[in-house]
């Protein structure tokens, strides 16, 4: 059985012609990369109303939640090793339930720490 052949789209053989201020075509250009598209095909989505989806990207300057968030990480890696362990038929000990239940507190806690300074960085408190 033969494989079905692609459909291909209708080559664009139109042109149109399109006057903007320099500041429109940074916004356009800036929103049409945060859509992962092209500035013609972002432009063709906008007009044929299928509103691109544009990815708005939050930055985190503050070198305080920064830090957080890298601790976060390490404790997040500490659990996967331990997991990592018990899955492969490693015995739950004493000790290691201990040090599982302080990182779950440290999580707990890092984590109410991190809702509180993002939400200052975003003026929510």
């Given at each position: 059985?033969?494989?079905?052949?692609?459909?291909?789209?209708?080559?664009?053989?139109?042109?149109?012609?399109?006057?903007?201020?320099?500041?429109?075509?940074?916004?356009?250009?800036?929103?049409?990369?945060?859509?992962?598209?092209?500035?013609?095909?972002?432009?063709?989505?906008?007009?044929?109303?299928?509103?691109?989806?544009?990815?708005?990207?939050?930055?985190?300057?503050?070198?305080?939640?920064?830090?957080?968030?890298?601790?976060?990480?390490?404790?997040?890696?500490?659990?996967?090793?331990?997991?990592?362990?018990?899955?492969?038929?490693?015995?739950?000990?004493?000790?290691?339930?201990?040090?599982?239940?302080?990182?779950?507190a440290q999580l707990l806690r890092m984590r109410d720490v991190i809702k509180e300074m993002a939400g200052e960085y975003r003026g929510n408190c």
């Amino acid at each position: 059985m033969a494989r079905p052949k692609k459909k291909e789209l209708p080559a664009h053989t139109s042109f149109i012609t399109l006057r903007i201020t320099s500041d429109l075509y940074e916004v356009l250009t800036a929103d049409a990369k945060a859509a992962h598209l092209s500035r013609s095909e972002y432009i063709r989505q906008l007009i044929t109303d299928h509103h691109p989806v544009v990815h708005q990207e939050i930055v985190y300057t503050n070198p305080e939640l920064l830090e957080k968030l890298r601790d976060l990480g390490k404790i997040g890696s500490n659990l996967n090793q331990i997991a990592r362990y018990l899955n492969g038929g490693g015995k739950f000990t004493e000790g290691m339930a201990k040090e599982v239940s302080a990182c779950i507190a440290q999580l707990l806690r890092m984590r109410d720490v991190i809702k509180e300074m993002a939400g200052e960085y975003r003026g929510n408190c």
